[in-house]
């Protein structure tokens, strides 16, 4: 079972650089999400969907954009990078399951450095 | 304004003793909570979990007890093993789906041999 993968592992960009960070899952999920840690906080929500075609904002959104035009996969665009984004970045696929379950799988991560 | 807090950033215990680990919320609409222990250099892994309709949720070694009254929910590992040592991060969501879950900052539990 691959689960939920992420790539690249690991990237440097340029201030100002675009770049997008590839998610894709195989449990066929309705939920995806993209969730950025930054040193000694938790996990924030960047953006999420709840299924193809439809996405929404979360807690973090500016400078990403995103898009799911298939159930599998939920990239992450980064339009113009800033040091200010340089973090670890998790993709989550999530479902709700039998008596109301419901739990997040994640990926390995993305480590994202801005210079 | 952090919706969910864990007070304690690290916390050490003895191998074979209870390791408890806190949590606490602010916003009333949650109403599901997980637990998510995390490696260095790996993707958080779901531990366990507890809807709002209940108080007590077990699963082997783990326990999750939610106080709603007092917005409070902790995690008992029993017994603490060297495994277990990683960081811990308690999460919340309003409604099912898991699709917009609110992190705690973790706290890092070492298990001392």
């Known amino acids: 079972n691959a689960g939920v993968t992420q790539t690249p592992k690991f990237q440097v960009l340029k201030t100002g650089q675009s770049m997008t960070l590839q998610c894709a899952q195989d449990?066929?999920?309705?939920?995806m999400s993209w969730y950025r840690q930054d040193p000694g906080m938790g996990l924030r929500l960047i953006h999420y969907?709840?299924?193809?075609?439809?996405?929404d904002q979360g807690e973090v959104p500016n400078g990403y954009n995103v898009s799911r035009s298939t159930t599998e996969d939920f990239p992450l665009r980064l339009l113009s990078a800033a040091p200010s984004q340089t973090s670890v970045y998790f993709c989550?696929?999530?479902?709700?399951?039998?008596?109301?379950?419901?739990?997040?799988?994640f990926g390995q991560g993305t480590r994202l450095t801005v210079v | 304004d952090q919706q969910v807090k864990q007070n304690s950033p690290s916390l050490s215990v003895q191998e074979g003793r209870i390791s408890i680990l806190n949590c606490d919320y602010t916003?009333?609409?949650?109403?599901?909570f997980l637990w998510y222990k995390k490696y260095p250099a790996e993707g958080p892994t779901f531990l366990i979990s507890?809807?709002?309709?209940?108080d007590k949720n077990e699963d082997g070694r783990f326990t999750v007890f939610l106080n709603k009254s007092a917005k409070h929910l902790s995690l008992h590992i029993v017994p603490s093993q060297p495994g277990d040592s990683a960081v811990y991060f308690c999460?919340?969501?309003?409604?099912?789906?898991?699709?917009?879950?609110?992190f705690g900052q973790g706290t890092r539990l070492t298990i001392n041999p």
């Open positions: 969907s709840v299924g193809a075609g439809i996405t």
């Open positions: 916003n009333s609409m949650f109403d599901y």
């Open positions: 999460a919340a969501s309003e409604g099912r789906g898991a699709q917009k879950l609110v």
């Open positions: 989550a696929s999530s479902y709700i399951g039998s008596l109301g379950r419901t739990e997040a799988f």
């Open positions: 449990m066929n999920h309705e939920y």
């Open positions: 507890i809807s709002s309709i209940k």
